[in-house]
């Protein structure tokens, strides 16, 4: 993801990290000697460990838990955002190589969806990824009557994603990056198919 390798082993050694004591700290208990060294009385039961404050380890382990999402979602904001470039430029040479209408055409539209990846999942833009999902949307419609039978029912699919896709951006829940990689899947197919068939 980064260009340096030591931030990457410094970022798995720090979840690494966080996980372990996510896991340890609901076990942690407390000991005579916890008691004593604070000069508190040491408890009435021996031979019995005592427990900490459930609501406290509680606590502790959905703070852990926010601190654990937050990191996956600055690990997926991080890829997406190191991908993107690696796709614009592949889209730049797909379509200067592309030898029909209907090739530029899916690639155009595979390029838009990637960049409402971009807006939505690491610039939390929502007006430029409906902006994005709309272009991706328009240069599918160009390509849909160049392109024949077989791969049209794969258009008319992901024209529907695309439209769930523009609702869920505009409300709470909105979709997830797994919905982005099977549209981007879908339509590597097409673009196969239609270099393929030669359309």
């Known amino acids: 993801m980064w260009r340096l390798p030591f931030l990457n082993l410094t970022f798995i050694v720090l979840v690494l990290l966080i996980v372990t004591m996510q896991k340890w700290a ?14 508190e009385s040491t408890p009435e039961i021996r031979g019995h460990s005592v427990r900490a404050d459930d609501g406290y380890v509680s606590q502790i382990s959905a703070s ?4 654990a999402d937050h990191f996956a979602q600055l690990w ?12 614009n430029n592949a ?13 530029k055409e899916l690639i155009e539209a595979r390029f838009h969806v990637e960049t409402a990846e971009v807006y939505e999942w690491s610039i939390n833009d929502r007006q430029k990824t409906m902006a994005e999902l709309n272009q991706a949307e328009r240069f599918l419609q160009n390509a849909r009557p160049l392109i024949k039978k077989p791969a049209l029912a794969t ?3 992901v024209t529907k994603e695309l439209e769930l896709m523009k609702i869920d951006t505009t409300g709470a829940g909105a979709s997830r990056p797994a919905n982005y990689e099977t549209i981007k899947a879908d339509l590597d197919r097409i673009i196969d198919w239609v270099r393929t068939a030669g359309l």
Request: charged letters at 35%.
């Open 76 to 87: 997926e904001r991080g890829e997406i955002l190191a991908e993107w470039p690696i796709e």
């Open 155 to 157: 258009i008319e699919r």
């Open 26 to 39: 609901p076990e942690t208990q407390l000991s005579e000697d916890d008691f004593t060294e604070f000069g």
């Open 64 to 67: 852990f838990t926010r601190i």
């Open 91 to 103: 889209a730049q040479w797909e379509k200067s190589y592309a030898s029909t209408i209907a090739e």
